[in-house]
């Protein structure tokens, strides 16, 4: 198994950051502007990328405290079963996010361009939280011909 | 063991994205200004980041067909006895660079952070091959509290 890290801190309350990740209208402004479904527990969330296709999670965990879980239901082969893991801290004026995309049963080529492409997303969301300025797709910052 | 892994696209030649992973000069214009040393098998590269140190690598490869490696000789304690290796294919336009910083001994929350930070490196670098604005350190992409 293989997992996929992050680490980035926002200027910003740990509230804004959870309602962030967990509202989809607010996804909707950082990762893909075709986010819909329900945020609860056992509830789900599908994901678009236009022909690129998309994901569905389950939600497994939401705790206003600074934890969030979902589980991939459908999507690319590589990504189903897999689980992706938030956790958010204050330090001082920082909220700390540390994310895992955990679970891959490989580290195919695919694995190397998601945790290129999260790295973008997580800036995106960053940069929604402080300054109202993120980059969701299909406006997203492009790394490869992969986009 | 765990692994970083990122995966780019440069609309450059092959040998353009190479000397940039290879040459101290053109490493200095995406990673860190702070980088001397001598590109050749069993030589040492220095990177430093001022005031926050910096990495000592040993040079294994060097395949200008495509394949670079370094061993950490020196640096913070989590980072020694890593490697990073450089993979660059040629896909129509593309030069694809496939990244690995790999053997890290836990997944640490440093390691999180490294992961980022490499993506933003990994970006000023194909930046700097197809529009010659790469952003290395000091004036890097800041992604938290750790810079």
């Known amino acids: 198994m293989a997992d996929i890290l992050h680490r980035i801190g926002c200027v910003a309350p740990l509230d804004d950051v959870y309602q962030a990740i967990v509202t989809p209208e607010r996804i909707a402004e950082w990762w893909t502007t075709d986010t819909v479904g ?6 789900r969330l599908a994901f678009r990328f236009g022909e690129a296709g998309g994901f569905d999670m389950e939600i497994v965990e939401l705790d206003p405290a600074g934890h969030v879980r979902w589980r991939v239901a459908d999507g690319p082969a590589e990504w189903i079963g897999t689980e992706i893991d938030w956790r958010l801290e204050r330090r001082g004026e920082w909220t700390i996010v540390l994310f895992k995309h955990e679970g891959w ?3 195919v080529e695919f694995m190397h361009h998601c945790s290129t492409k999260w790295a973008t997303f997580l800036l995106s969301l960053k940069y929604l939280v402080e300054q109202d300025r993120g ?13």
Chains 1, 2 share one sequence.
């Open 38 to 43: 329900k945020s609860e527990v056992g509830g």
């Open 105 to 107: 049963r490989e580290q």
């Open 135 to 147: 980059r969701p797709w299909p406006d997203e910052l492009k790394v490869s011909d992969w986009t």
